[in-house]
């Protein structure tokens, strides 16, 4: 117990009551730095910057909080800050220096992946993942149908879509509920296209402090411009646009132009850049982003199929002691699980395997009944999704953006 609990403990429910609340904020998260809860108080430095970008206050807590986490990039960033508002001169200050060398650093860079591609500069890292297509995603025909009619299809056929008068150009977002294959689906796009991929986590981004964050997005954009042909994926794309920042929140309004205008320039002058963007949450999507030469065509990813359960349990299992497994039916028992959940199920089964030979002393191959407990106790992770998702669905489908998500819980009765 420390003394300042009782006093945090009420501030953080004067906080629910006025979350944007500055000065309960500081004070919070100065007796949370007291208490080295770090972790807990760099966020409320962040939410106080958002909404005040250049309070001083805020950006020495943040800075402290981040070098006491270790994370020098972005201590650096928030110094940098304090320099360019005059508040911390260039001689006296130690972390300068650290500014100085995080700009030729890795560390700056937010999760960024190289995946096929030959040259690989201090932007990006490569990465240990294979190579995949389409063929390696399993089932899930309607949405690689629906991959070949609005993405791979346009892109093979400029002549066609200029004769119709559409621009090849623009992106695509994929949505759907976690776990369910978007990633996977982005990085077999890039094997289809034979281009590289490059893939951000926008909270990544989004870490480094606003004014950062747009010339990280610039310098990702160009690094792809040096790589084409590739895919430039965007995770977590909602984190850009959420209707609530939005509203108040200028600075990333600011990063969202950024990504408009980098997203526009490719129509003109950037052949073989694709943008490819994903969301668990479409809905929070800023509308800028979504309207035409931009995220314009959406493909929505849900739970995998029969086919596509069994296809992943199977290579789930592949490198796995067996007998006697029947895939199909597990496939059948499995309705509604992720591909995530999927991953989840078999490790269950197989700690279940380990225990029972550890109590037995005999090794023996994982069998169809030792899914019977796992799957007793796992429930899909789907379900949740879809109960927000009907929502939208219904009440907010405004021109029809949600068509595919409505079938689809019609379909399923979700
Ligand atoms: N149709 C599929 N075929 C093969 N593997 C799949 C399929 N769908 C999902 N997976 C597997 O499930 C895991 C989770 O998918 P991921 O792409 O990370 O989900 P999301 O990005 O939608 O949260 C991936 O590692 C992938 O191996
Ligand atoms: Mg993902």
């Not at 000065?23 to 100065?30: P, T």
Request: glycine fraction near 6%; charged fraction near 25%; hydrophobic fraction near 40%.
């Amino acid at each position: 117990m420390s003394k300042n609990d009782s006093v945090i403990a009420a501030l953080e429910v004067a906080l629910q009551a006025s979350p944007e609340d500055i000065g309960l904020l500081a004070h919070l998260a100065q007796l949370l730095c007291e208490d080295e809860r770090d972790e807990d108080a760099l966020p409320l430095y962040q939410q106080m910057l958002v909404q005040e970008p250049a309070n001083v206050t805020a950006l020495r807590g943040a800075r402290q909080c981040a070098e006491k986490l270790g994370n020098s990039a972005m201590s650096a960033a928030y110094n940098q800050l304090l320099v360019s508002l005059g508040q911390e001169s260039v001689e006296t200050n130690s972390h300068v220096v650290s500014a100085n060398q995080q700009t030729k650093s890795s560390a700056v860079v937010p999760n960024l992946r190289v995946v096929g591609g030959t040259e690989v500069d201090h932007l990006a890292e490569e990465s240990s993942e294979p190579e995949i297509t389409l063929a390696d995603v399993g089932g899930m025909e309607s949405v690689k149908r629906r991959l070949h009619l609005s993405f791979l299809g346009p892109l093979s056929n400029p002549e066609l879509m200029a004769t119709y008068g559409k621009d090849v150009g623009g992106g695509l977002l994929l949505y759907g509920p976690p776990g369910c294959g978007k990633t996977f689906i982005a990085r077999a796009l890039a094997g289809e296209l034979r281009a590289n991929f490059l893939s951000i986590g926008l909270s990544d981004v989004l870490d480094m402090y606003i004014g950062e964050s747009e010339r990280r997005l610039h310098e990702l954009f160009e690094e792809a411009r040096r790589k084409r042909p590739a895919i430039l994926f965007f995770d977590e794309l909602d984190a850009l646009g959420q209707k609530r920042s939005q509203l108040r929140n200028s600075g990333m309004r600011s990063v969202v132009n950024q990504l408009l205008s980098e997203m526009d320039s490719i129509n003109t002058d950037n052949k073989n850049l694709f943008i490819i963007g994903a969301t668990n949450h479409p809905w929070d999507v800023d509308a800028a982003l979504k309207r035409p030469g931009r995220f314009d065509r959406t493909v929505a990813v849900f739970p995998p199929d029969q086919q596509a359960r069994s296809y992943i349990l199977q290579s789930l299992l592949a490198k796995r002691p067996t007998e006697d497994i029947d895939i199909a039916q597990l496939a059948g028992r499995t309705k509604g699980f992720s591909g995530a959940d999927l991953k989840h199920l078999v490790e269950s089964a197989v700690e279940y395997v380990l225990e029972s030979c550890i109590e037995s002393g005999n090794v023996r191959p994982l069998v169809n009944r030792d899914f019977d407990k796992p799957l007793k106790d796992l429930r899909p992770s789907t379900y949740s999704w879809f109960e927000t998702a009907r929502n939208y669905a219904m009440f907010a489908n405004e021109s029809g953006a949600y068509d595919e998500l409505l079938e689809y819980i019609r379909a399923h009765k979700l």
